[in-house]
């Protein structure tokens, strides 16, 4: 029949990635089919690199549309997505479990309604994944709403815009690429901020502690406590913007695993203080106040030189550091180097024990750099 053959047609076209719009012509009281139209929404042309883009982030993912079966087929296949299909209508009649595994198994959602897709994102969700989705209608914004990170492109309507937690202002998916590396970037700074705050809380507590204990006296002034919090505080501001690599894989937050990774770099780094306390009353015999001097020099100087090291999860030298970051150590290193040697607010050691403090403090530091290596590997700091 004339119906079944056009049914038949527009399957056919289904299969190509063609939708289908039947055209009728009025005749009386009734209307008269002529033929159908094919309309076609092709993929842009780079869409398939930028999925395997996102792969390669660690990234998997999943195409959610209302349109025919065969059409979502064919586009998938276009672009890479992948070509185990399930229909809403199946989606709907499963429940619990199973529900769960037939949605975090499939690679593409086809002929779904709107709150399909919001049951399709909190099942993933309850299984423990981090979801995004990218949308630009309005039966979009409850997934766009509860995702984790909801993306509407830059032709979405104003609804989709306020239930997503970004906006693309250029067509394609080179915006989804750029957020990911963008977030894992902030994740970096954080990251290496965090390690860097606990790695020093470890090694200048102890260190004061011990340093006590052995000399009988502070190691530390009060005017050297408040330049080496300040001569701090420069470097971790500039790590807001400091260059940074993001990682290939998605991060996640192990705060025991951070601990006990920047505990024992705490604990390293205690071991070049304690050495410098050693060298500086056994083998320069240095006065209270000049003993003051030489710690305070090695712990700022060694405070910049770590900074450099846990920036990076691989080798220090793997990235320049940021110009801020940069301007600010050699900076501090700069005025404290005056500051041991002329007498300013300081009683002065000399150019050659500065120097030597210098010189410790970087081969020390950098030195501990493999070892740092293994421990972010261990603890699975990437």
């Known amino acids: 029949s004339e119906k079944a053959e056009a049914i038949r047609i527009a399957e056919e076209l289904a299969e190509k990635g063609y939708r289908s719009l039947a055209v009728a012509v009025k005749e009386d009281a009734s209307f008269r089919f002529t033929g159908l139209l094919a309309l076609v929404d092709s993929p842009r042309s780079n869409a398939r690199e930028l999925i395997e883009s996102i792969r390669r ?9 209302g349109d025919n079966a065969l059409i979502a087929k064919e586009i998938a296949r276009q672009v890479g997505i992948g070509e185990k299909i399930v229909k809403g209508e199946y989606l709907r009649k499963v429940s619990g ?45 409850p997934a766009l709403k509860q995702a984790e990170l909801g993306i509407a492109v830059a032709n979405a309507t104003d609804v989709a815009k306020a239930s997503a937690g970004a906006v693309l202002l250029k067509f ?14 902030v994740y970096q700074r954080a990251l290496t901020w965090i390690i860097n705050k606990i790695t020093k809380t470890v090694q200048f507590t102890l260190l004061l502690a011990i340093g006590f204990f052995i000399l009988r006296y502070d190691i530390l002034s009060l005017l050297g406590m408040t330049l080496l919090v300040f001569s701090n505080d420069f470097a971790t501001m500039s790590l807001a913007t400091d260059n940074a690599t993001p990682a290939t894989n998605p991060n996640k937050w192990e705060v025991k695993d951070i601990m006990y990774a920047s505990s024992i770099l705490g604990s390293l780094l205690l071991v070049e203080g304690l050495i410098a306390i050693l ?30 090291i846990v920036r990076e999860r691989r080798e220090f030298w793997k990235s320049r550091p940021g110009k801020e970051l940069t301007l600010s150590i ?7 180097i005056v500051l041991g040697t002329s007498g300013f607010m ?37």
């Open 57 to 65: 982030l660690g990234v998997e993912p999943k195409m959610v549309t």
């Open 97 to 141: 479990d199973e529900k769960d595994i037939v949605i975090e198994e499939a690679s593409v959602f086809a002929e779904v309604y709107p709150e399909d897709k919001y049951i399709i994102v909190k099942s993933l969700q309850a299984k423990g994944h981090i979801i995004g989705v990218m949308g630009d209608g309005v039966n979009d914004a």
């Open 172 to 185: 394609g998916l080179e915006g989804v690429v750029d957020i990911l590396a963008i977030g894992r970037e």
């Open 279 to 308: 060298v500086g009353s056994a083998m320069y015999r240095f006065t209270l106040q000049q003993m003051q001097t030489f710690i305070l020099l090695i712990m700022v100087f060694t405070s910049q030189f770590r900074v450099i």
């Open 330 to 336: 050699a900076s501090v290193l700069a005025v404290f």
């Open 346 to 382: 300081l009683t002065p050691i000399g150019l050659d024990k500065t120097i030597v403090a210098l010189t410790y403090s970087a081969i020390f530091t950098l030195s501990i750099d493999p070892v740092k290596m293994r421990i972010f590997r261990r603890f699975g700091i990437m």
